[in-house]
């Protein structure tokens, strides 16, 4: 029987073991818990939820949500899971989180294909494999990844602005301009004059911060101090930094006060990276602050700005969009190691890295999905987007490229009809190979 190795047994190693097993694959599943805990986690049940128990927005005109419904057309085992153990929250979907672990823990070890070993790996196992070991991987295994990577391999604590997406942005506020024309009209201008600023920076350093995890230390570099740290110096240190107005003059020739600065994120030019605003404030915080900003009263957030320990790929310089390592072809990766970011995101990951992992064993063509889907955006996002400064990213319509032209009022429901249409023949064609 031909057998892979899955290197950890968090939602995207068990969405891509389930993947396999469907297909009559066998799977030793290795999962260093409860043999070794991270600091996180507190059981050694598979799948475990370890913040949050909300798998957020279950409607289709959410990112997220169509993300679910794409999962659910592919036989996703955390999706099958996670609505059997539903509670009531709305138009979101949370879930028993434990009763959740324990079901796909059960469904996973009593498998007649599954083998599973509770140990930690020093060591990039040989022949075909998914690392699926979160970012929370354990040092020995983190410097081994790091070294097959030739180091474009990140672990640090890091603060990340927020994206914004463009088509919310007011830009009967907003002008293009390069500080000086330098470059041509690359970036988004937000002006503020002496008012607007000084009311946005009290609310600013007022605000409300993300209480760390018992693990991670509030250390910060300053090449990505939190804009709310910056502004705790003082009025200048924003004013001669991220918001300096100096060569960034309105059209009507007015020197504004202050500038935001917005930075394309995406090659399609439908998200904006918000220039030197990393941030851990809380994310009601950051809606509410940052809304403050002329030009974003609306604004829809594609990502709001994190403050964590994270382990990730370099991405776009390493992965194949089928989630299959550019130096070794039977080695994928899965989960928020890739840069994916979210519980269902990962599970996400997993499950294409499943198919493409179960497509090389069994002969086949891999899939590899386009961005007009959801699954398809997220795995071309992670590995096309500037591997200079890569960042993760949870599902988002500004991702997505959608193939017709449709008002803002129903553009929403145009991505989620497009990308359930476009699907159609990937899933057919997963479902016929036997």
């Known amino acids: 029987m031909k057998r892979v190795t899955v290197v950890g047994a968090g939602l995207a190693g068990c969405e891509a073991t389930w993947q396999l097993v469907n297909k009559g694959i066998g799977v030793d599943l290795i999962e260093m818990r409860p043999h070794t805990l991270t600091p996180a986690h507190k059981t050694g049940d598979f799948a475990e939820l370890v913040c949050s128990n909300s798998l957020r927005s279950n409607a289709l005109v959410n990112g997220v949500g169509l993300l679910k419904e794409e999962m659910r057309s592919f036989n996703s085992l955390i999706m099958k ?80 602005a927020p994206i914004i997406i463009k088509d919310s942005i007011d830009f009967s506020v907003a002008y293009y301009k390069s500080r000086y024309d330098k470059g041509g009209d690359d970036y988004i ?29 509030e250390v910060f570099f300053e090449g990505c101090m939190p804009i709310e740290e910056m502004a705790k110096r003082g009025m200048k240190t924003l004013l001669f930094g991220p918001l300096k107005s100096v060569g960034l003059s309105t059209d009507e020739h007015r020197k504004p006060y202050a500038v935001v600065q917005l930075r394309q994120d995406n090659a399609i030019a439908s998200l904006y990276n918000m220039v030197g605003f990393q941030t851990h404030l809380t994310y009601g915080e950051q809606q509410r602050v940052f809304k403050m900003i002329p030009g974003l009263a609306n604004a829809e957030f594609a990502r709001l700005g994190v ?14 969009n089928t989630y299959q390592a550019k130096k070794r072809k039977d080695l994928y990766f899965a989960g928020q190691l890739t840069g994916v970011e979210g519980y269902v995101e990962s599970a996400a990951s997993g499950l294409l890295a499943g198919i493409n992992m179960a497509m090389l064993v069994l002969d086949q063509e891999p899939m590899s999905l386009p961005n007009t889907t959801m699954i398809g955006a997220m795995a071309n996002y992670i590995t096309n987007a500037n591997p200079v400064n890569f960042q993760p990213m949870n599902a988002n319509f500004g991702i997505m490229r959608l193939m017709v032209d449709t008002d803002k009022k129903s553009r929403k429901e145009a991505y989620g009809q497009q990308a359930l249409t476009v699907l159609k023949p990937y899933v057919k064609r997963w479902k016929d190979i036997a």
């Open 81 to 160: 899971v996670a609505d059997e153990y539903a509670l009531p929250s709305g138009s979101a979907l949370a879930v028993d989180r434990d009763g959740f672990s324990q079901k796909i823990t059960k469904m996973i070890t009593e498998h007649p294909l599954v083998n599973v070993y509770h140990k930690e790996l020093t060591a990039i196992p040989d022949g075909p494999t998914i690392i699926a070991s979160g970012p929370l991987t354990s040092p020995a295994l983190s410097a081994a990844i790091a070294e097959f990577v030739d180091k474009d391999f990140l672990y640090f604590y890091d603060a990340v």
């Open 189 to 217: 201008n937000l002006p503020m004059d002496q008012i607007t600023f000084l009311n946005f920076y009290n609310e600013l350093i007022n605000a409300n911060t993300i209480k760390l995890h018992d693990f991670e230390d």
């Open 307 to 320: 403050m964590h320990r994270n382990t990730y790929l370099n991405s776009p310089t390493c992965l194949e």
